[in-house]
């Protein structure tokens, strides 16, 4: 809808304003001044350059192809965590797990088909977006503990709000009202998606909620449909499938290493 009207940049800025004029008011009132004061600030900029350029990979991408086949390659980003674990975090990946890895990149395979006439060359986009979000939420892990979840909520939209802002003369087109309330939109639900995914994890550990992520494929199906008219073809449904499993598969061997270790304590 959006990406037919207006420039890729400037939906990313959109995306990153909102964001900033409403979470602002909420960090400043929890926690004052002290939020400009952070553990690590660079890497805390860094990691929002990571979700920078994950979404605006993602924004160009599904200007090119369905909107249910992006979010299926981004569910790669699981496996890209994965096998950068090790070395990024030094945590010990078992050959289960890197099995899995292999079964999710047979599955992007499927779904980005290239060589063959399905391939669209914007699903490199969403692979690239996919890496980017890896690396966010590796340094997201690494950043765990150090920073209240609000300010890391503040500080990941500093760096797009930043500059995109700057880059904004370049490609700004005014918006109608109804396209700028979609953009407020847009911004609202990446930040109360944040916000409601840190507080899910104040109930409940991150091995019962992760499977619960993958049940967003079924609701961007629908919404590419309702809005778009774009449905996965068989081959894309069969990746969509290994995805899901992958990530599931991967949830499940975390809980059961948590149960031993309790176990063990």
Known sequence: MLSSRYPVLQLVWARFFFH????????????????????????????????????????????????????????????IVVALAPWVLRERVPLNRWAAAAIGFAAVLLIMRPGLAGFHWASLLALAAALFWALYFLSTRILTGETPPLVMLGWQSVAGFVLMTLLLPWFWVTPSFSDLLLMLVI???????????????????ASLLAPLRY???????????????????????????????????????????RVRVGKVR
């Not at 911004?187 to 550990?205: N, Q, T, V």
């Not at 049940?215 to 969509?240: R, S």
């Open 187 to 205: 911004g609202a639900a990446g930040a109360a998606g944040h916000l409601l995914l840190i507080r899910a994890f104040d109930y409940a550990e």
């Open 215 to 257: 049940t967003e494929i079924i609701m961007q199906v629908l919404l590419g449909f309702w809005l778009f008219g774009d449905l996965p073809d068989l081959l894309a449904w069969a990746g969509i499938g290994l995805i899901v499993g992958v990530g599931v598969y991967l949830s499940r061997i975390q809980a059961k290493s």
């Open 20 to 79: 900033f004029l409403l979470v602002l008011p909420v960090v400043l009132y929890k926690h004052g001044a002290s939020a400009l004061s952070v553990p690590r600030p660079v890497l805390q900029l860094v990691r929002g350059l990571f979700l920078l350029l994950a979404t605006g990979c993602f924004f160009a991408a599904i200007a090119f192809i369905p909107l249910a086949d992006a979010i299926a390659i981004i569910f790669f980003d699981a496996v």
